[in-house]
């Protein structure tokens, strides 16, 4: 797999960079938004102002227009042919007046009997107006009297009737001074004078108001009567339903007597809505303007779009530009560095870490790590030459170690079949003298331990330069086999684990512990044989092995001398027990093998000699023995014969 940039090509430092840099955008994105937002409320107040103008202003010219009627009755009511029901000439004033008056319907007079006497159209007989709203209400206060907003019968438009009194004179002013009698009260209501204004203007004003996009002007009655509206769908005598009424009524009551809730009632749904009330009118007409959201703040909106969008660009474009400057001036670099600090850590100096020569921090460290390799490269053939001189050495002093105590053993086996010669040849004289016989015992005695220790130093010296087989080794089979060469022990061998090594050097090593432990241990002078017992203990990836005797021990300052080279302690009978070299070589053994050889503290009584070995068997697919099932932990001993 190619491993060039995957320290750093998907790492931390490029997300960590992303971050930054978004970090760095997001307060901006987040203040623009805010500012959006304020731009949006403010074009929203600004709305709600502008659609209260139109519906304020066009309310205000129907209050204007009634108000101009209701002046336009009281000048007529004091006409001589107008001031009273019967006078003459009323029909032809009437009929004069509504020519010069196109915004009227028609003109009359009413009597006292709620008849109409008199009138600007067609009138075949007197007509009964006597459940007229508007009669009555002027007969009743003596002032203007107005009908609802309605259907003209004739013109089949909206309309609203006017009625003016017309007043007798009063029995008490006979006589009277005509500017005193003006100032007094009037006298009776005698009759009526009559007028409907027709709404055509305000449809005809509606359709040539120019408007905001997508707003709609609606004059209503308080009853849902539409009396002109700008909406296509809405003509002069529609009826509203009565949830858009309800809502206008709402909005009305809320713009009289603000509430938290007055922003949320000046909507209608996603739509604007103000709502404006004549004055001056019991009917109670309305003015409602509405426009949709879309409409009012769709420039905003687009705005806001076109500004995330121009935002996301820009986010995407400064990620990508701060991305691939950073990558080509400092992640590149430290990739190459990376590949050329693993090739230095194989051993290959041969890479060149400063490629770009100029002054950066990074070119400085690519300089302080070619400056190193060349360091390492030099102590590292330094130190191959100094390996290979002490292996040449090591070669060197073995083979002369073989050597001599190869050809040390001729003079020792002369030594000791001489004294063995003379031990015949004198052996009358010597037979009387129990000195001389000590002496000549001692000399041969000495004379086969030296053999002895020689042998075992030429292993030791050839130890090192044999051919290690590394296979699957049963450490419960080596134990048993070296058990076997000292009947005379109760050796109690729990179950051992399968290791990797060399099954010759792995059964020199246990038989040099066997030997040690039975030398050592106790003495049967009880009738009980020296107990040995071999365990083992998993450590991590390592096992521990432990051969633990019952003897006298070795005291804690010589429980690391024993492993030096003809270090001997004394036996039962004072005399040096073994040759020096077992335990020396039993470490070393465990030192091929990679691991070490110590022995214990915690053992109160006895010796308890440990060493480790891998854990892991070799993938060669050897069959593990009986102890490859040994659990890690186990010390049941069973006696090995």
Not at 331 to 341: C, E, F, G, N, T
Not at 562 to 588: E, I, Q, W, Y
């Amino acid at each position: 797999m190619n491993r060039r940039g995957t320290r750093f090509h998907l790492g931390a430092e490029r997300r960590w960079l992303m971050l930054l840099v978004a970090a760095v955008l997001a307060p901006l994105a987040a203040f623009q938004a805010l500012h959006m937002s304020e731009q949006r409320a403010i074009l929203e107040s600004h709305e709600h102002v502008s659609l209260d103008g139109i519906a304020r202003h066009i309310g205000d010219r129907l209050e204007l227009e009634l108000t101009t009627a209701a002046r336009l009755l009281e000048s007529l009511s004091t006409l001589p042919q107008l001031s009273t029901p019967y006078a003459e000439g009323c029909t032809s004033a009437l009929v004069g007046i509504h020519a010069g008056q196109p915004h009227y319907t028609n003109f009359s007079v009413v009597d006292a009997t709620r008849h109409v006497v008199c009138s600007s159209g067609p009138l075949p007989e007197p007509v009964d107006v006597s459940g007229s709203a508007n009669i009555q209400a002027a007969f009743a206060t003596g002032g203007l009297g107005l009908s609802d907003f309605k259907m003209g019968l004739l013109t089949g438009k909206p309309v609203i009737v006017l009625s003016h009194p017309l007043f007798g004179p009063r029995k008490d002013a006979a006589g009277l001074d005509p500017a005193v009698e003006a100032v007094l009260t009037p006298g009776p209501v005698i009759g009526t004078l009559n007028t409907g204004l027709s709404l055509d203007w305000l449809q005809h004003v509606l359709e040539r108001r120019p408007l905001p996009e997508g707003a709609r002007v609606t004059v209503m009655a308080r009853d849902g009567l539409v009396l002109a509206s700008s909406d296509p769908e809405r003509p002069p005598g529609f009826r509203v339903s009565l949830a858009d009424l309800r809502l206008a009524n709402t909005a009305l009551a809320l713009k009289t007597h603000p509430s938290p809730d007055h922003e949320a009632a000046g909507h209608r749904g996603e739509d604007f809505l103000s709502v404006h009330r004549v004055g001056g009118l019991p009917s109670g007409a309305m003015v409602t303007v509405e426009r949709s959201a879309a409409a009012a703040l769709g420039s905003v909106d687009r705005l806001a779009q076109w500004w995330l969008l121009a935002f996301a660009v820009l986010a995407a474009a400064s990620l990508g530009t701060v991305y691939l400057i950073v990558n080509h001036l400092v992640l590149k670099r430290l990739d190459h560095l990376s590949d050329i600090a693993r090739g230095y850590a194989r051993g290959n100096y041969d890479g060149q870490a400063d490629v770009w020569g100029d002054n950066s921090g990074l070119s400085a460290l690519g300089r302080d790590l070619d400056g190193m390799a060349a360091d390492l490269g030099t102590r590292e053939r330094s130190l191959r030459n100094a390996l290979e001189d002490m292996t040449r050495a090591r070669a060197e002093t073995a083979r002369f170690a073989y050597i001599a105590a190869h050809d040390l053993q001729e003079p020792l086996r002369a030594i000791g079949g001489f004294t063995r010669l003379l031990e015949k040849r004198l052996g009358p004289i010597v037979a009387e003298d129990e000195t001389a016989q000590g002496y000549m015992g001692r000399i041969v005695a000495a004379a086969e331990r030296m053999r002895i220790m020689f042998k075992e130093l030429m292993d030791y010296a050839v130890m090192d330069s044999g051919e290690r087989r590394r296979e699957s080794v049963d450490m419960e089979t080596i134990a048993r086999r070296a058990a076997r060469h000292h009947p005379d022990a109760d050796i109690r061998i729990g179950r051992l684990p399968v290791v990797a090594g060399d099954r010759r050097q792995l059964q020199r090593l246990m038989d040099q512990l066997m030997e040690n432990a039975a030398t050592h241990g106790r003495e049967a002078d009880d009738g009980k044989p020296p107990m040995i017992a071999v365990s083992a203990l998993r450590r991590g990836a390592a096992w521990e092995i432990s051969v633990r005797d019952d003897g006298p021990g070795i005291p804690p300052r010589d429980r690391e001398s024993v492993f030096h080279l003809f270090k001997t302690l004394k036996g039962r009978d004072n005399s040096p027990a073994g040759s020096g070299v077992g335990l020396p070589m039993a470490r070393r053994i465990a030192e091929l093998h990679g691991g070490r050889m110590w022995i214990s503290a915690d053992t109160e009584r006895g010796c308890d000699v440990r060493f480790t070995l891998c854990a892991r068997p070799p993938a060669d697919g050897s069959a593990p023995g009986s102890g490859a099932e040994a659990g890690s932990t186990s010390q049941d001993g069973v006696a090995a014969a």
